[in-house]
């Protein structure tokens, strides 16, 4: 990492409007005071409230079945038991917690798969804090039950119909309403994106996943897993699962990103049919830091693509483009079929209904060599796949998912 403390090598920074400047000035402040410093206790609240309103620490559970498939010991980090059904409240309840030691009056948050939007709605709601959360409008219309919930913890749910009307657009309108009202509201960002200090501190407040599963894979088989993999969308989940592992070679850490349908970028249409800015992505500026992010070859963002929304983002966390630099972590691909393969796999050989970003790191397993799984291998399951439900039966319907049940059922649609 550069002495710069806001960059990973080249990536990161702060590339923001000069209005923003204070605000995040402000935040740097309070993210050192009292989320390193401990100030005022703020680090024992935040793991008291995680402990007695979130449901820490989520279980590492051995998965018999799946062990026996890949001749490995496999290990489920188990984050869609935390309350909300996603590692999303870890950073959720740490920020909003961290507004109010702030004195901020209002939280407004983007959401793509709604489970950051629905965190940010609970925790807020929790604390007693006004709540607005921007949404892409075909996000919304894929989510319908999280924007329920959304709504039932008394959030506001604003539709962003700028662009394809996903993630990238909702942050961007969230970024809006921030430099108004910056002295009254603070933004919680959902991922490990942003400018700093928040791919930092997104990942401070995500890395009690990593802290959690390297203390209970010493307690139940002794010393580090062989591996360790996530899915990477903006990358928080990622981050949380990979970072008390980074600083260990023998651990190898991989990040599974949505190939979509190809890997592919249509330079005339401006569409990238996947979401693998890891894999494919080249260094540019997107959300107020330098990453790595799908762009053409004039440096327009183009449109990315996931059967998973809360993996539809054209660019990724600077950390994570920092890690794959230096070789830390190694990124890898699976598409939208293989995906949903996945997502059927675990729910019936382990009684676990993955989140479709989850889905992806499951389908990785069935394309990794036993070398890169090695003799043990923990996977973390970001989230729960209730919200997801209306989509794989509409996507499932319309493909040939090999190990599917049988959709006939629902010819006419979910009701």
């Known amino acids: 990492m550069s002495s710069d403390t806001s960059k990973f090598g080249e990536y990161g920074g702060q590339y923001v409007p000069e209005a923003l400047m204070p605000a995040i000035e402000e935040l740097d402040d309070a993210y050192r005071r009292y989320v390193l410093e401990n100030e005022d206790g703020f680090v024992d609240e935040f793991r008291e409230r995680l402990r007695d309103f979130g449901g820490r620490p989520t279980p590492l559970q051995r998965a018999d079945r799946l062990s026996e498939r890949y001749d490995t010991d496999l290990f489920l980090k188990r984050e869609d038991l935390l309350h909300g059904g996603a590692h999303k409240l870890n950073n959720a309840l740490g920020q909003v917690l961290l507004a109010k030691y702030m004195g901020k009056e209002r939280i407004v948050a983007e959401t793509g798969a709604g489970q950051h939007g629905t965190a940010t709605a609970m925790a807020a709601a929790h604390l007693d804090v006004p709540c607005e959360i921007y949404m892409g409008e075909r996000d919304i219309n894929r989510q319908r039950p999280n924007v329920f919930r959304m709504r039932l913890n008394g959030a506001a749910v604003n539709p962003v119909t700028t662009g394809r009307g996903t993630l990238k657009e909702a942050i961007s309108e969230t970024m809006r309403d921030w430099a108004t009202t910056v002295e009254t509201t603070h933004y919680v960002i959902g991922s490990v994106v942003g400018p700093h200090p928040f791919p930092t501190m997104v990942r401070e407040f995500q890395s009690v996943i990593s802290e959690e599963a390297r203390r209970q894979f010493d307690d139940q088989v002794g010393g580090l897993p062989d591996s360790v993999v996530a899915c990477a969308g903006g990358g928080s989940n990622t981050m949380g699962a990979f970072s008390r592992f980074v600083s260990d070679e023998s651990v190898d850490l991989y990040a599974v990103e949505a190939g979509g349908s190809s890997l592919a970028v249509d330079e005339e249409e401006g569409v990238a049919p996947n979401s693998a800015s890891l894999s494919t992505g080249t260094e540019g500026v997107l959300h107020g830091a330098r990453t790595k992010l799908l762009q053409d070859r004039d440096g327009q963002i183009v449109e990315s693509h996931s059967v998973s929304s809360g993996l539809d983002y054209a660019g990724v966390g600077p950390e994570l483009a920092y890690l794959v630099d230096e070789g830390r972590v190694t990124p890898v691909t699976v598409d939208d079929d293989a995906a949903l393969e996945g997502f059927h796999r675990l729910s019936q050989t382990e009684g676990i209904i993955p989140a479709l970003e ?28 209730d919200k997801d439900l209306e989509s794989v039966i509409e996507e499932t319907a319309s493909r040939e998912i090999p190990n599917a049940p049988d959709m006939d059922v629902f010819s006419g649609g979910m009701r």
Request: one cysteine or more; aromatic letters at 4%; a negative charge.
């Open 358 to 385: 989850t889905a992806h790191a499951v389908a990785w397993l069935e394309q990794a060599t036993s070398e890169q799984l090695g003799d043990s291998v923990v996977v973390c399951v970001s989230g729960r796949g």
